[in-house]
């Protein structure tokens, strides 16, 4: 069923500056819902600044004290990236904020289109001290297509960090420009690779600015040609969680990051399978009731593959092509 919680003015703010934050998307009823999936993954604050032995902090200490991590400048280190965790979890709720019907709502809107893909999943965490968080001004071009994206919504990829904690100032929030500011400088200058940008230009920018500053349940969305950076966490004590999600128009092959079909061996996959709606699966890539690749055989198969899902849907839509003699 359909779950449209944004209001037109997002998607203007979206189609103007190339971002917009929806606050309060989801409630915190259904984000703490997803607490107990999240905090098997990771230790919460508490736990990880308590500095008590715990197997889910130890990849937030190993390289912790290497040069590479090292200094203060803002730039792109390895453990900003070390609580990166990929989709799908054994907590099918977890799994399934990334596939809330109210976010695909966002996603049709932004993209234009009812024909979506979830393209990649993870979740993120940051902990005050593991490193220094502050990034340089970047655009995800480079690592999620390998062609640059056209201005128009056609063909469209959009990036989305949904907020499962609270983001203030010392959070480290996201910084993000206006696409109006940048819309004549070269991608190529501004991917995480790209070349060093002029300091005066930084500074304009860095003034312009907006820090994605809002509650846990909010959504942060952002086109692969929209610049921003990570910032440094400062709050003491404290961790940041999100789950970063990256969505496509079906048929952009070109757009890419976590191939779900990989997934198929973890023991995850069928319990989350059997939990999603048609809708999202079709958003996980399966072929919508109806289509030219459900026959009696690929039914059969898939009944046996995954013997819990209701394929009634795929069935019924079989049947109605049948008699219409199309199938
Ligand atoms: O943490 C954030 O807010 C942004 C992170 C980011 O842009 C990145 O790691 O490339």
Redesign the pocket.
Known sequence: MPDCRHRTEHIEHFDEHGWVLIEELLTPTEIEAAYPGLFSVYPTAEAFHSGDADFRSSGFKAISDSPANAGEDPR?RPM??AGLREFPFSDQTLNLLALHPAIIAVVESVLNTHDVRLYQAET?A?YTGVTE?D?PF?V?YTNHTMLPPRHDRKYGQVTL?LFLTDVSAEH???KVVSRQLTDDFPLSKLN?MGEKVDSDQVAVWEKAATS?IAPRGSLFVYAPNVL????NMSIPGGA?F?FNLGYKSAGADWVGANPWPRKGFYEQWEPLVNRCSVRQLEVLGFPAPGHDYWDETTLHGAAERYPELDLRPWCEALEKRSRMGTA
């Open positions: 792109f900003q990236f993120f940051k968080y990034q970047h995800d960090f480290g929030p996201t995480s994605a921003h950076r990570g910032t940041r999100f």
